[in-house]
Structure formats: C-alpha cells, structure tokens
C-alpha cells in the first residue's frame, strides 16, 4: 500500500525558510512523477489545490509555480524514500497547507495539475506571519 506523510511545517516569519519532507511507504520515488501542493486558507472549497512544484525524472522536467520561482526547490532522497520541498524567503501569501502527492500512473504533463496525481499525503501546514 502506498503511503504519503507529510512533515514540517509549522510557523514562521515572513523572510524565513522552511524544509518540508515527504516520506514514502510501497514506492521507490525515482520511479514517478511528484508534486508538491497547497491549499490557501479560505480557499477549501475551490475543487483544485495550486501546483506549487512538480518533477518527473523520467521526463527531464520540472514545473514550478510562477509564485515560487526562485524560492522553491525540490528534491529527494531516494534512499530514505523521502521527497523534500525546501522552501526560501517565505511570503503570507505561502500560508498553506502543503501535500505532496505521487503519479502513479503516468499522467505527468508538466503541468503540475493534482488530477494526475494518484496518492496524497494528509498535509502539513505552513504559516508565515508578516
């Protein structure tokens, strides 16, 4: 069975940098495409998360967010099973609650849509106070 689970977030301050991890169980990553999402407060009922980063090995491409260009990065550990979301020179507007998720089925587009994506995570979220 295949399992995603999130890790930290937490509070900070505008300006400051936050890792996020995400540890897999029944997958090897280096296999599939990943991305990473959020969900803004207030924003619950809107049917798709944002596509904050989204990368496939198999392809050669990674997308990124506009938002988090040069911000954001992702990366991984493919001995841990674990995928990282290193976050830079966080805003209010990151404010979120952040999933990972895997493509288990080889939809990867390159257009980080969370349709494509088979697995979730639970979510961590990240506040970033002003």
């Known amino acids: 069975e295949v399992q995603l689970v999130e890790s930290g977030g937490g509070l900070v301050q505008a300006g400051d940098s936050l890792r996020l991890s995400c540890a897999a169980s029944?997958?090897?990553?280096?296999?599939?495409?990943i991305g990473w999402f959020r969900r803004a407060p207030g924003k619950e009922r809107e049917k798709e998360p944002e596509?904050?980063?989204?990368?496939?090995?198999?392809?050669?491409?990674?997308y990124y967010a506009n938002s988090v260009k040069g911000r954001f990065t992702i990366s991984s550990d493919n001995a841990k099973k674990t995928v990282y979301l290193q976050m830079n020179s966080l805003k209010p507007e990151d404010t979120a609650v952040y999933y990972c998720?895997?493509?288990?089925?080889?939809?990867?587009?390159?257009?980080?849509?969370?349709?494509?994506?088979?697995?979730w995570g639970q979510g961590t979220q990240v506040t970033v106070s002003s």
């Open positions: 029944g997958l090897t990553f280096g296999d599939y495409a």
């Open positions: 998720a895997v493509d288990l089925s080889g939809s990867y587009s390159g257009l980080c849509r969370d349709y494509e994506y088979d697995y």
């Open positions: 596509g904050v980063i989204c990368f496939s090995r198999r392809a050669g491409s990674t």
